[in-house]
């Protein structure tokens, strides 16, 4: 059977207990959790997941937009698509699409991804090992996640410890760990996004602090700290960024 809107990849996931919020709805880092998993298992069955560790290279997620419509709840089935929507330089385009039992969108998100050598800390060009069939080097997609900056003056600060359970294994943070820290944050102070947008730029490690900052920015709180950036604005929109500035390109 073919798949909505050229997608390539689906999967079905039930929410489960441990995976939402008091309120029973899907936390935003589940999600997140959610779309690694399925964009692992496609990957995976194409031949670009994995195996790419025996070559020495890993994918990184760089930067990615989060848009839930429609919360999904504790026992709630989902199906999740995936597929690649092109390249662009050292980029290369996942996008995400989620429906609910009635076959109703309720969340999409668009991603950019890094191939890095894992020795080397430098990044390749995805055609190298993508499937034109799969992620056509010549096209990219209207939407891409946007690049993030943040600005304005100190309100709030606290310390973050990267625990072992924060790590992937790559050994390094993983992305959802920073979506999870944010929300506990953004909790703290009565927001519960439904929009997030990540820009990755450099790898936290076991044993690093996190110093997040709260920057006041108009109407949009920013947080700030080594590794990562946060803006919320009015309607519930965050925006996080993590540095991943030290790699080069080839």
Not at 80 to 108: D, K, L, P, S, Y
Not at 194 to 210: F, I, M, P, T
């Amino acid at each position: 059977m073919s798949l909505p809107e050229n997608f390539q990849y689906e999967k079905f996931f039930e929410v489960g207990a441990f995976q939402v919020h008091p309120n029973g709805n899907l936390s935003l880092c589940s999600l997140a959790d959610l779309l690694q998993e399925i964009a692992w298992k496609h990957a995976d069955s194409q031949g670009f997941g994995r195996n790419l560790l025996e070559q020495q290279l890993m994918w990184v997620l760089s930067r990615i937009e989060i848009k839930v419509s429609q919360f999904p709840r504790w026992g709630d089935r989902l199906r999740i698509f995936t597929g690649g929507r092109g390249q662009a330089g050292a980029f290369a385009f996942r996008e995400f699409m989620v429906w609910n039992e009635q076959e109703e969108v309720v969340a999409r998100a668009m991603s950019s991804w890094l191939l890095v050598h894992i020795e080397k800390k430098r990044i390749l060009k995805p055609d190298s090992v993508l499937p034109g069939s799969l992620f056509n080097p010549k096209v990219a997609p209207d939407w891409q996640p946007i690049k993030l900056e943040a600005s304005g003056p100190e309100i709030a600060h606290e310390s973050i410890p990267v625990q072992h359970s924060d790590l992937d294994l790559y050994n390094h943070v993983n992305h959802t760990s920073y979506i999870r820290w944010i929300e506990n944050s953004a909790a703290a102070q009565g927001i519960f996004p439904s929009q997030l947008a990540v820009n990755y730029l450099s790898e936290c490690k076991g044993g690093d602090v996190v110093h997040l900052t709260h920057l006041g920015h108009g109407n949009a709180p920013y947080f700030q700290g080594k590794d990562i950036i946060l803006v919320a604005d009015c309607v519930l929109q965050f925006d996080i960024a993590p540095y991943f500035s030290h790699y080069a390109t080839q």
